[in-house]
Nanobody
């Protein structure tokens, strides 16, 4: 089993930055791909960004490309989502997800493990 724990959410003004963390525990060797999804108020869950184990493959939603950056810290089994130039439309619950497949997938149904979510609120 794998457990994912997110942290780093909060309230920030438009134009500000936050860094979300996702720390995995358990059989982490079985989850080469980690991604972030978000669910905005009244909207369905959507893909934000994903990274494979080596970091050689990353994928970003068009809405966050150039503003958000993924990174890994292997020693801590952590994946970070650096979010810059935040806008009110980025307000959402952000979820970390992991999958046993080897490539990043934008379909949330392909992910095997999920964190509990962390709230990000961007004020105008």
């Amino acid at each position: 089993q794998v457990r994912l724990v997110e942290s780093g959410g909060g309230l920030v003004q438009a134009g500000g930055s936050l860094r979300l963390s996702c720390v995995a525990s358990g059989r982490t060797f079985s989850i080469p791909v980690t991604a972030w999804f978000r669910q905005r108020p009244g909207k369905e869950r959507e893909f934000v960004a994903g990274i494979n184990w080596s970091g050689s493959m990353t994928d970003y939603a068009d809405s966050v490309k150039g503003r958000f950056t993924l990174s890994r810290e292997y020693a801590k089994n952590a994946v970070y989502l650096q979010m810059n130039s935040l806008q009110p439309e980025d307000t959402a619950v952000y979820y970390c997800a992991a999958r046993r497949g080897g490539s990043v997938d934008r379909d949330s149904d392909s992910y095997d493990y999920w964190g509990q979510g962390t709230q990000v609120t961007v004020s105008s």
